[in-house]
């Protein structure tokens, strides 16, 4: 069986910058993955690049779903392919609340209508799984949101869509401790036999509740190594040392989420994938 998703001696450049080199991975069902490495290492690029970022350009390479090649295919596409990524930096979206957000994106990606009360009904039950209360279906999209709700609002889009493949950027970070194990146990509850998903996180306190199967350090763009979850304890202890990297890798339970800079000046970006409001 092909696996959901397999990225081929893959090389990415932005603005003339390479910044991906020679990546090559296989995303199997029903695993958990966790892609580590340093600031910078290019995790996040290689999950826009998944997703077909415009701005990520593919030099070299291949990225295929299921076997069908989507290396030059839409964003839009993409999701419906059943590929998720949950955002480091979500937006916000002023004026448009959850609740309507979710129901177009569900539309979108899935391709079907589906009637007001059926979705909220819908909604209301994946909220109370993630304890999210229930007002939260009217406020706007992250406007005012605090960094751990944000991160609690997309895994509500990650199980309202029902993707095959969910990449959770740095989806810990930001989080206190209360609010880290409702978001792993979240992602427990995302996870089926037909479903895999890579947790990008430098940190290691979401590996306690969730134990991958597979780990893949990245550091300058390579793919260094590829390892089970002995490797991830073993970072935990020593960093990234043995990459020769010498930075501290700092436990972030209750640092704040604010928008990087990068984010703020790139008015551009696609918000989502599936941000199709109607
Ligand atoms: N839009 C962009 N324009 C210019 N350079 C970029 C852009 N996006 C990423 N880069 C550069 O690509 C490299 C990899 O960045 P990326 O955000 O993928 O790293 P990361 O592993 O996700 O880091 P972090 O752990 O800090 O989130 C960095 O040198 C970064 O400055
Ligand atoms: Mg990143």
């Known amino acids: 069986m092909d696996p959901l998703l397999h990225i081929k001696n893959l090389t990415v450049s932005i603005e003339d910058k390479n910044i991906l080199k020679d990546v090559s991975l296989e995303i199997e069902p029903g695993k958990i993955y966790a892609l580590m490495g340093p600031n910078g ?41 059943g590929l998720f990524l949950s955002f480091q930096y979500p937006k916000t979206i002023p004026g448009v609340s959850l609740s309507n957000f979710l129901r177009s994106a569900y ?4 391709s079907e209508e589906i009637r007001v009360f059926d979705f909220k009904k819908k909604l209301k039950d994946k909220m109370e799984t993630l304890s999210i209360p229930e007002y939260f279906a009217d406020r706007h999209v992250n406007e005012g949101f605090s960094g751990g709700e944000k991160k609690k609002a997309e895994i509500l889009q990650a199980m309202i869509l029902d993707p095959k493949v969910i990449i959770m950027d740095e989806t810990d970070s930001g989080l206190d401790v209360d609010a880290l194990k409702i978001v792993a146990e979240g992602v427990k509850k995302l996870q089926t036999p037909d479903k895999a998903i890579i947790l990008i996180t430098h940190y290691f306190k979401i590996l306690e509740y969730l134990t991958p199967d597979v780990v893949f350090v990245l550091k300058d763009g390579e793919l260094v190594e590829t390892g089970g979850s ?28 604010e928008k990087n800079e990068e984010e703020k000046s790139e008015p551009e970006e696609p918000s989502s994938p599936f941000a199709m409001i109607d």
């Open 230 to 257: 002995e490797l991830a304890k073993e970072i935990e202890q020593n960093g990234f040392q043995k990459f020769g990297v010498t930075e501290v890798v700092e436990q972030p339970a209750t640092e704040v989420v």
């Open 107 to 110: 539309k979108s990606v899935k």
């Open 41 to 81: 290492s290019g995790k996040s690029t290689l999950s826009k690049t998944v997703m077909g970022h415009p701005k990520y350009k593919v030099e070299s390479g291949q990225i295929f779903a299921g076997g069908e090649d989507i290396t030059a295919a839409g964003p839009d596409d993409r999701a419906k392919q």
